[in-house]
């Protein structure tokens, strides 16, 4: 078994420290202790990563898709046999259940077995020409070296889902991986290293300045594409500091995901799908539930079954057996979600369960369910972040639609009902790119993941995942 708990970045298949050779430490959420530090990386190692990906991108691109999809079938088995290894750092660094963390993992990989098979169907065409003394054809070449900013949520999974593609396709990539989760980075690294992947065909800069790495991964002139998972407002930034030299973009940004229960559905059922969508990873995911629309008609069933269900999760360190409920992040997270409880409740909310911290620790946040919410509050406009319920109520399926869609954000949305024709009638009028219909978990290598509105543009994973990071060629042959 390989040593996966590194303190070096990634660079031309080098392990290096920061120029200047400062460190920032990398905390464990549950404990407060840190558990490595890792290289605090500035522009200059930012520039030649870049020069690296962009150097090692002319034999690479050229190589088969055969055999990038060999050295991807040997690194996704290389993290499949280090899961147990990776799910525990993945625990470590980030405070997830390890039931989680080990699903992350394997979700995670799949994206490379995924994205390996398609490398070998990425086909042109041959187009009917428009006169006799044409012949049309259209061939797919890789986009050239691509900038991965990968969010702390997920810190396997988002890698890999932005990282397989591209080298399926033959790009080269740079990633910045999040500050507070940097080690699953390095881990995915090294296992890809040795699985045979090429010296900079994958470059990790690790940093505690995002700003001053992102600054030169978004605008640098060889890298031609940049694909982000993270909020909505650096989404924006990103596609300003992308525009000067015209990158192909795919931003997976934020969402604030209704999920509609009307009279009809299988109460039993929508729990089930209500605690898994809001209190996964302590509801920090971009597709978990952010506001609940409950019929009024089996309101109080549906809020009688979900408090129980809520009361029975518990709270701990991942690590540890039975945790359904992991820390927050960090203080930052903490403090955003204590205020938004208070702020909702002074508001007018009512506080059916939690509102507070656990006394397991100070990231911890009690799961806690807000009833009588109404749209005047602010919490119902904000993305969560953290494990809250904030239940509405509705009468009508016209106007749950309107409230539905009243938010600039458009990722995920969940409705459950047993009426097929209100099923298609939901699914067109819902302005959201992923729709869980009498489902609550959405996320699949094979389907498409993205949104529309302010939630990003793109999709990953699914046969659409590796377009973004190919250009269509046009051939107009005269002969
Ligand atoms: C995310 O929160 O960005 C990803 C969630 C998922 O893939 O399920």
Same mark, same amino acid.
């Given at each position: 078994?390989?040593?996966?708990?590194?303190?070096?970045?990634?660079?031309? $298949?080098?392990?290096?420290?920061?120029?200047?050779?400062?460190?920032?430490?990398?905390?464990?959420?549950?404990?407060?202790?840190?558990?490595?530090?890792?290289?605090?990386?500035?522009?200059?190692?930012?520039?030649?990563?870049?020069?690296?990906?962009?150097?090692?991108?002319?034999?690479?691109?050229?190589?088969?898709? +055969?055999?990038?999809?060999?050295?991807?079938?040997?690194?996704?088995?290389?993290?499949?046999?280090?899961?147990?290894?990776?799910?525990?750092?993945?625990?470590?660094?980030?405070?997830?259940?390890?039931?989680?963390?080990?699903?992350?993992?394997?979700?995670?990989?799949?994206?490379?077995?995924?994205?390996?098979?398609?490398?070998?169907?990425?086909?042109?065409? &041959?187009?009917?020409?428009?006169?006799?003394?044409?012949?049309?054809?259209?061939?797919?070449?890789?986009?050239?070296?691509?900038?991965?900013?990968?969010?702390? /949520?997920?810190?396997?999974?988002?890698?890999?889902?932005? &990282?397989?593609?591209?080298?399926?396709?033959?790009?080269?990539?740079?990633?910045?991986?999040?500050?507070?989760?940097?080690?699953?980075?390095?881990?995915?690294? +090294?296992?890809?290293?040795?699985?045979?992947?090429?010296?900079?065909?994958?470059?990790?800069?690790?940093?505690?300045?995002?700003?001053?790495?992102? /600054?030169?991964?978004?605008?640098?002139?060889?890298?031609?594409?940049?694909?982000?998972?993270?909020?909505?407002?650096?989404?924006?930034?990103?596609?300003?500091?992308?525009?000067?030299?015209?990158?192909?973009?795919?931003?997976?940004?934020?969402?604030?995901?209704?999920?509609?229960?009307?009279?009809?559905?299988?109460?039993?059922?929508?729990?089930?799908?209500?605690?898994?969508?809001?209190?996964?990873?302590? $509801?920090?995911?971009?597709?978990?539930?952010?506001?609940?629309?409950?019929?009024?008609?089996?309101?109080?069933?549906?809020?009688?079954?979900?408090?129980?269900?809520?009361?029975?999760?518990?709270?701990?360190?991942?690590?540890?057996? $039975?945790?359904?409920?992991?820390?927050?992040? /960090?203080?930052?997270?903490?403090?955003?979600?204590?205020?938004?409880?208070?702020?909702?409740?002074?508001?007018?909310?009512?506080?059916?369960? $939690?509102?507070?911290?656990?006394?397991?620790?100070?990231?911890?946040?009690?799961?806690?369910?807000?009833?009588?919410?109404?749209?005047?509050?602010?919490?119902?406009?904000?993305?969560?972040?953290?494990?809250?319920?904030?239940?509405?109520?509705?009468?009508?399926?016209?106007?749950?639609?309107?409230?539905?869609?009243?938010?600039?954000?458009?990722?995920?949305?969940?409705?459950?009902?047993?009426?097929?024709?209100?099923?298609?009638?939901?699914?067109?009028?819902?302005?959201?790119?992923?729709?869980?219909? /009498?489902?609550?978990?959405?996320?699949?290598?094979?389907?498409?993941?993205?949104?529309?509105?302010?939630?990003?543009?793109?999709?990953?994973?699914?046969?659409?995942?590796?377009?973004?990071?190919?250009?269509?060629?046009?051939?107009?042959?005269?002969?």
């Amino acid at each position: 078994m390989a040593d996966l708990v590194l303190s070096r970045g990634l660079i031309n $298949g080098e392990w290096i420290e920061a120029i200047d050779g400062k460190y920032v430490d990398v905390i464990n959420p549950s404990t407060g202790q840190v558990i490595t530090s890792v290289p605090d990386m500035g522009e200059k190692e930012s520039e030649a990563a870049v020069m690296a990906a962009y150097n090692a991108f002319q034999d690479w691109r050229s190589t088969t898709a +055969k055999y990038r999809a060999g050295l991807m079938k040997k690194w996704f088995d290389l993290i499949v046999e280090h899961a147990d290894q990776l799910a525990k750092l993945l625990t470590t660094e980030q405070g997830k259940p390890y039931k989680e963390a080990y699903g992350e993992v394997l979700y995670g990989a799949s994206f490379i077995e995924w994205f390996a098979e398609e490398a070998k169907r990425v086909y042109g065409d &041959v187009i009917p020409a428009a006169n006799p003394h044409n012949r049309y054809m259209t061939m797919k070449q890789p986009i050239g070296v691509v900038t991965a900013i990968t969010p702390w /949520n997920f810190p396997v999974a988002m890698i890999t889902r932005k &990282v397989g593609p591209a080298l399926a396709a033959g790009c080269t990539v740079v990633i910045k991986p999040g500050e507070d989760t940097p080690l699953c980075a390095l881990a995915m690294a +090294k296992l890809a290293e040795l699985a045979g992947i090429p010296n900079g065909v994958i470059n990790v800069v690790t940093t505690a300045r995002p700003s001053v790495v992102g /600054n030169v991964l978004c605008s640098h002139p060889l890298v031609r594409k940049v694909s982000f998972t993270g909020s909505t407002a650096v989404g924006k930034l990103i596609l300003r500091q992308a525009a000067d030299t015209v990158k192909k973009v795919s931003l997976e940004l934020g969402g604030n995901a209704p999920f509609i229960v009307f009279d009809d559905a299988d109460i039993d059922k929508a729990v089930l799908g209500a605690v898994i969508s809001k209190y996964r990873n302590a $509801g920090q995911t971009c597709v978990c539930t952010n506001r609940f629309y409950i019929h009024e008609k089996v309101y109080d069933e549906f809020m009688d079954k979900f408090t129980r269900a809520v009361q029975a999760l518990s709270i701990g360190d991942g690590l540890h057996d $039975g945790t359904d409920i992991g820390p927050l992040i /960090n203080q930052k997270a903490m403090d955003k979600v204590s205020a938004l409880v208070t702020t909702a409740i002074e508001q007018g909310a009512t506080l059916v369960l $939690g509102g507070e911290c656990s006394e397991y620790g100070r990231q911890f946040y009690k799961p806690t369910i807000l009833a009588d919410v109404t749209e005047n509050m602010a919490i119902a406009h904000e993305e969560l972040f953290g494990p809250i319920a904030t239940v509405f109520r509705f009468r009508d399926e016209e106007d749950v639609i309107r409230r539905a869609n009243d938010t600039p954000y458009g990722l995920a949305a969940y409705f459950y009902t047993r009426d097929h024709a209100k099923v298609w009638r939901m699914s067109e009028a819902l302005e959201y790119g992923i729709l869980g219909i /009498n489902e609550g978990i959405i996320s699949t290598e094979v389907a498409p993941f993205g949104g529309v509105k302010e939630s990003g543009s793109g999709r990953e994973g699914s046969k659409y995942g590796i377009d973004d990071y190919l250009e269509i060629k046009y051939l107009c042959h005269g002969i």
